[in-house]
């Protein structure tokens, strides 16, 4: 709940006595109005209250306190300025004490009476009290912006004197000493010179000294202002343990949602299902006497409720959007931006961009899924801002409680993690990924890497899409003018596809001649990245031709020596080259990777036709093949993150042992990982059942630690 206190004309006046502030009980921002508080405010102290402003910044009424992130204890303005209302209300109460200390000097009382008029036009300006405006006007931050606005607001200029203008100066340096930082500071100064002026009990603490935001005291009681909304759940049928079969759940009676339904009239108010005593009742007057009653099997099936999958795009949109809920201070809406920054590390759905040959995005699921479904509400401006509704924040919090289970899960048992992105200088030297200027998504990638500290550069590469070079000693990474005759490029090169390149690829003699060039480039990993699904394709493949790209990306492992790696997205592929460029970087740190070329070297042999030229690249020549079950290899991984075993040692005592006297030349054995894909599946399947479980379990049937479990 979130509690939002108005501080209306009256209170910038130090005559006026001290009081709480008027104040509303929220309970869901998403769903009330700016133009709600006002007018509920304005009914509660019955005074006019035209605008509320917010930072001095005047506040859209067709937006909900989320759009706005208003916190509780949050304080609203009635005056775009309160600081110089207030300023000007004292030197008005003060003005107002010196005509009436001295009646009898006609002096002061002719000045006196000017000042006064002139205080109360300043006011009207503020104020915006005669209308003359649309708006009252904007926030002014110094003494000349006042003056220049009282000059040309108003049917005519406000005369402002020299000695009015040292006190106002003077207000303002000791708001700025004394008061600024003051829980409440324009209550603060009031209050202060309230008590200067005789208005106050100078013995009363101050509105900034009690334990509440502008307010005297304690908390003001609950029930004087404006609660709206209800916790809501997420209904739906129950999942029981995995492997056991599903229970129907016997539907509830319509009408007193207590007793279990046995009877369905179709045509009482569109169709109810009622339990026997609410039939009876219903139906016993001459209006309904005669309806079709039928058993309660004959009614509709009640709309599904929806449960989304873990960790895909809509749950961790959610869990991103709870999170900066329960933060201190809390953000009740976001930008579009804001949330696929903080959802994305939930899942590996990429939310800025759309995979290839997909209709829609993963964030095309905040409209299509969750704004239908009511959990989530969109509020358009010039920044778009989005915020849950009560049932969204529900489902949110079971979700985000889920997440941390799951994470408490793999805490406990130790399961390995993807490390970290790790430093990349070697010596003087800094590893610096290159980008092919052709790649469609080059800048992204640049921001990517900029944001996780790791050196990029975009340039027109002569074969590859992403190379790693080692910048020169000393060397800034966007510095203007490239050495190549100084940057040694490390030992890997990357040729990134998506399916639909690799057709058009091996329909022509593009993918032969991007095979050639690679193997002269003179670099040791040739990596042959293939990014999606063939399901993905614009032009939906026959099982014949997905069979052909297979072969062909398997002769390029069994003939070629490449090195082919899948990936799902591009985001995920973005992620695989930045660890990849650790790796890299811890690879030279140790010396594995032998004598480097330079750049100048490696474009020269890129270039060149010469199909025979010297230390091209032999075809591969595996010493063994041996096959691993994709839960053998998860296995000997967690077993080497236990420091129970070492992974190589394990793959040799697999691999034929042939002495290195009899290898030739690129003869290496080779190990073929199957099953990872399904295995993949069966993971995503198991957290989708347990996440369904808890969603639509009964109240306090199961704790989430030990569904997950």
Known sequence: MVRIYVRNKGRYDPKTSESPLPFLDVDNPGDVLIKHVRETVKRQIN???DELYYNNQLLDEDRSVAYSNLQDGTILESCSNPFWAACMYIRLRSVEQEAANNPTDQ???????????????ALGVLFNSNSFERHQPPHLPTLQDLWTCLQTNGRKPVHMSEFTRTALQELQEEFQNIDVHRRDPVASFVHRHAVKLGFRDPNAPGPGDGPDIGVRGNRAPA??????????GVRGNNNRAVGRRRQNRPRPCDDCEAEAASKYCAQCEGGLVLCQPCCDRLHQGRA????????????????????????????????ALYRGLIQVPQIMSMTADEIKSGAQVFTDTDLSDRAAGKFFGGFDNMQNTLQINGFVQREAGENARFSLLQPGRALAQKCTEFHHAVEDLLNVNRVPK??????????PRRVCLLVDSKEPLCERMMALAHRESVAAQIRDLPVGDFLWILLPPGAAVDYAAVRPNDEQVLPHIV??????????????????????????????DLFYLVEGHPSDMRARPSKEQIQYFEN??????????????????????????LQLTTMAADMQNKGTNGRLITYAEYSTRASSKNHAAPEARPRAEYLGVHKWSADKLVDMVFRQFHHETNFSDAAKTDLPDIP????????QPLLVIHGLEVYNKNCQKFKDRALAEYLNQQAGERTVREIVD
């Not at 029930?223 to 809501?232: A, I, K």
């Not at 993807?418 to 010596?427: A, K, N, S, Y």
């Not at 639909?500 to 060039?517: G, I, K, M, P, Y």
């Open 47 to 49: 005074c006019k209250l």
């Open 107 to 121: 002096k002061k009382q002719r000045w006196t009476h000017q000042s006064i008029l002139n205080r109360a036009a």
């Open 223 to 232: 029930g004087q202002g404006l609660v709206v909304g209800n916790v809501g």
């Open 288 to 319: 309904r006497r005669h309806h079709n009653i039928q058993d309660v099997e004959e009614a509709p099936k009640a709309a599904k409720s929806y449960t989304p999958k873990a960790y895909k795009a809509p749950f961790a949109m959610l869990v």
């Open 418 to 427: 993807v490390p970290p992105l790790e430093g990349t200088q070697c010596g």
């Open 495 to 524: 040729e990134r596809k998506t399916w639909d390149d690799l057709q058009h690829s091996l329909s022509t003699r593009r993918f032969r001649n991007q095979v050639e060039a690679m193997k002269r480039c003179g670099l040791r």
């Open 552 to 577: 062909q990306l398997l002769n390029l492992t069994m003939k070629e020596g490449f090195l082919v790696n899948r990936t799902g997205t591009w985001l995920k592929t973005a992620q695989w080259l």
């Open 660 to 667: 290195p006297t009899q290898r030739t030349r690129g003869g």
